[in-house]
Structures are given as structure tokens and as C-alpha cells.
């Protein structure tokens, strides 16, 4: 049996694990990413945390390699970080570079894909030939995986399913435009919204719990909290997001006919608040073979997504390699 | 060198050619369907058409199999027609049915997707790795093909493009919405739109040109002239069916990144009068890397592309068979 290193690069923290066949986390660490030291700094962190859950685990002469992912553009076949805002991170080798590091061979990819991946073939997707997973978190991305395999499109810029401005819409969104299902719709999106309206005045249970400068620290954990607590402003945000999740939705079942849609994410911990509303969407506007078949999931694999899949895609690409 | 028949079944008539392994047509030949004298008929019509022009053109003997495209719900795989409308066809056993009267191995599947096919491996779409085909005809669907390879989706539903309301748009479309792409920028449903304004009294060209009950004989390819000519009307639907495919385009390239999109079908004789305004949308709604990386061009095979592509599917399934 061969074991897998999986490894989640986030902005504010570096996940890893070590990963058995059977895509099972045996052990993993978490540590602070400090991007502001540097890509270098960085990658000796990713070796060095690798090396020693490899060592810890008395695992180190069957590990077969390592895969990352990593949030932002990459080319996963030449194994370069091509662009990442939340890294500051533009052209790095990185496959190459840790390769140097561990005498590993390094498989790197796009975060969401990872996660998409390991929720798609070991989590809430298992068993299914055609799986759509979508992360809201900070963005809102999604990925599709094909009887196991992941979809990547031309210059592998396929799942950027947030952006573009919807009709009726116009909450500003961090990719320039106004009225993206981002800028409503993700996690921070969300939150964001939520500020804006305070900001103008309107009245929620949101201003006690959080007053004055306080408001920095709201989450979109807080406004799941608040629409509990029968706040009509936390609702409202909800169920608004639901509404235009649902409508992008609608378009992209039609046209690829997913068996599963998977919603991961921080922002998938609003679960059926948010959920109730996307299926009310689905159900009044998909034809019924669609409206029949499909059907929609909160991911299942928590955080370890992200290192499951990293390490499992490694291990795909590994074998079609060698 | 081998030879294969491609067939492709329309509601009105049948084309029937034969393809060289370079997809290349040596012959054809069109007869009307008459699909009110029932299946069997239709199929004893596909079987003597594909007979005769495999023995007219003197390669009986080198004639490797049939590719056949028909409108509506197909399973490829068990080689069922399971539902056509246009044919009024419900699980007809299509493969086995023309392999017991030709003695030849039948593929089968829907018609968008053997245009498409043909156009993305043999036409406008040739030596692209990813690409989304669109047919602007009596309805409007999509095909997906991925280095060479045709995307199905769950139960082979995929392609539905055309369908589920947009926001703030009313026009009646087939399906039973209201509002659907298909409804207002399909060939037909451009039509319906001039017929529907028409009747609402509007002042156009149109009703010169089709005075009184020849109304009923206006094309899309009529509403291209009126455009030509300066009719308000015309430049209307057809500006307003280039602004919705432009709407939902854009969501559908940030989620695919396809590098090329093929707009083929009846009602992409519009050609620039429709994709202008196409573009104009997806210049100012795509993200830059999206902006610049596609392209949207019209089919390069005419009417072919559906005898090409079923016959060059046909090849393919085989050669992956045996």
C-alpha cells in the first residue's frame, strides 16, 4: 500500500495530511501561511511540514508523492502557481521546487478542484459519474468531475461560475464588475452585503450582537445565527443568495445534466437555509427530466476535502504517469 | 480504407452520405421522412437509402458501419431512440432494428450532437481542444466536446441550453416556460416574436412582404432581409436574440472556458447581423482572461456537418469497440 501527502494552501493557513489509498486522512498538522514572507519561505514550510508527517507517521519509505492545491490560476501539467492574489504568488515552479525539496514527485492544481475532487469521488459525490461541486467560501467557484476525472477547459480556466453581472443585480464584486453571484452569494459576499445594509441603516439583531467597530468580526456563520434567531435582514441575505445560486444553477443543469451538485465551503454551513430556497428555484424552473434527476448536496468531508483530494488527484495523475 | 454512412434523421427529411475515414462527403442523397407512415417505414427508408448509396458508389465492400443522428432523447449506448417528438418515435430499438436490414453495426445518437461533433473535429472547430457547439434551428441546444470527445451528462441529458426562464424576459417557449432562450433567439422562435409583434400591430417591412394569411410563410432568413433593408422590427429580434445568447453565454464561458464556440444551424445564416451583438455582450460581461481566449464563430460545414459527424461518430465508437 503507497500513502499520499495532500496539501491545502489557503491565505491564512497551510493544511496537510497524509493520505491512504482509500483516500483516509491518517494524520494531519495545520500551520499559519505567513505569504507575506515570501513564496521561498513558503515552500520550505509546505517541505518541511510534509517531510515531518511523513517521518511522524513511521510512513516516510511508502510515500509515494505529494499533491497540492492551491488557491488562484495553475497549470497543473507544467506544476506552476501561475497567479494567486491571496499568495502574491505569480509564475512560481512549485511542482519542481518541492520536488527538490522531498525527492518527491509533486502534483499541483487549483484549491477548489481539490476540493471539488475529494468531495467528488470519496465524499458526498461517491459513486456518481457526473458531479458539480461548488465552494463558497471567500469566492464562489466550481468544478466538475466526469466519471472521475476533472474537467479543466481551455487554459484550464474552466469554473469560474461566480462572475459576470446578473440581470436586476448590482452588489459590487471584487473581480470589477457589479451584480456577480460572488458578490452576493459567497461567504464573504454575503457578509458583505450584510454591512452595506447596516451601513444604510437598516435595523437587525446583527448591530446588537456586533455594535460599532465590532462589525469587522461578523461572519457568515453569524448571519446563519441571526436568520435562527428570526432576524428578517439575515434572512433576506440568505435567502437572496439561494435565489441567485439557484438561477445560475438552472442554465448549468440544462446544459450538463449533473447527477449531484455538491455545495461545499464555509458558506455551505448555512445548509438548508440556503438550500431550501435553491430547490424551490430548481423546482420551478428546470424541465422535469432535470427536475427528476438531480439532485443537491452539502459536502461531507469538512476541511479534509481539500487534503483528500490533493492527495488522491496526485495519486491519479501519478499512475497515468508512471 | 473504410467507408461509413452518415444519417441524419430530421422531422422533414433524411440525408444520407458517405464519408471517408478524412470526413469527407463522396455522396448523398435526401429523401422526405414521412414519419406519419410510422417507424418502420422510416427505418426500411434509412436501411435502402444507406444500401443503395454504399452500392452506387461502388464501396459496398469497404462500408464499415452507419452513424445516424436523430432529434430528441437518445441513449447512444443501448442504441434507443427514446423519445422524439419531431418523429413521434418512443424507445425504438434504432441500432438493432438497421443492423438486422443492413448487416452492418449502427451507432446512434441525438442530431445536435453529431452537427456538433462534425463541426468541432471536421469543421469550424477543427484542432481546438475545447468546444461548445450551438444549433440555432426550430429549437436551440448544445453539444460540448473535449478533445475530441462528445460530453453527454447524467442519463445523456446534456445540451439543453435553450431552456429554463431569464429574468425579465416573457416570450412563450414550447417547453411550457415562459421566457426561455429557445423562445426568443431559435430560428423559429425569432419568427414567432415578428408573427407575435405583428399581431400586436407593429409597423414592419414584413407585413408588405407577407400581406395578410402569407404570413405564415416567414422564415429567420426573411427577417435577416428586413434587417438588411432598415426594418426596425427585424433589427429588434434579431438584436434582442443576440443580447440574451450573449446573457447566457457568459456564465456558460467562465464556468467551460471552451476556446472556441460554434453557432451553427438555420438561424446562423444571421451570421454577423446575430454575433455582433453576441460579442458586444461578452466583451463588456467576461473577465479579461475569458475575453480574450474565445472565440465565436459560425459552422464552416453547412448542412453536412450532421452526416459528417454521425458518420466520424460512428467510426470512432467503432474503432473503440474493436
Redesign the interface.
Known sequence: MSFWIGVDVGGTNIVCGIVNEKGEVLDSVKKPTEASLGSSSVLDKIAQMSLELAAGSGLQNQVAGIGIGIPG?VDPWKGIAQYSANLNWRDIPLSSELTQRTSLPVYIDNDVRMYVYGEAVYGAGQGV??VLGLTIGTGLS?AMV?RGQL??????????????????ESAPCG?G?EGCLEAAASASGMVREAKRYIHQGRKTILTEWFPGERLQYLSAADLSKAMDAGDVLAAEIINHAGELLG??L???I??????VIIIGGGGANAGERLLTTVRGILMT???P??RQ??SIRTASLGDGAGVIGSAMQAKQRHSIMS
Open positions: 490560476l459519474d457526473f466550481a466526469n474537467y479543466y477547459g481551455h487554459l484550464n480556466l474552466a469554473g469560474e461560475i461566480g462572475h459576470g453581472p446578473m440581470d436586476g473581480c464588475f438561477k445560475a438552472v442554465p448549468t440544462h446544459l450538463l445534466s449533473p447527477e424552473r428546470l424541465l427530466d432535470y434527476h438531480v
